[in-house]
């Protein structure tokens, strides 16, 4: 596949795509923009998480403390923690 000569494949700046994640973005934006930063967007990233905790923590109080702890580091950006 061609890289697309456009304004953003000249530029020199680092680009940022936020996405819901999907496969086909991401190998779209990895084979067009190789450089450029890929960030799954903050509804698709705590829906995994709800996801997950559903499926891994049994009692409700538990999961809802881990959950809203896990969500406010998201929005702090702490997501390595």
Do not use: C
Request: overall charge negative; aromatic content about 12%; charged content about 30%.
């Amino acid at each position: 596949m061609e890289k697309p000569l456009d304004y953003y494949s000249q530029n020199k700046q680092r680009i940022v795509f936020i996405s819901d994640g999907a496969l086909w973005i991401k190998n779209w934006i990895a084979d067009a923009y190789p450089d450029a930063i890929s960030v799954l967007d903050y509804y698709h990233a705590s829906e995994h998480l709800h996801d997950y905790a559903k499926a891994t923590i049994k009692d409700d109080a538990q999961r809802k403390q881990w959950l809203d702890k896990r969500l406010e580091l998201l929005l702090n950006g702490e997501v390595q923690k």
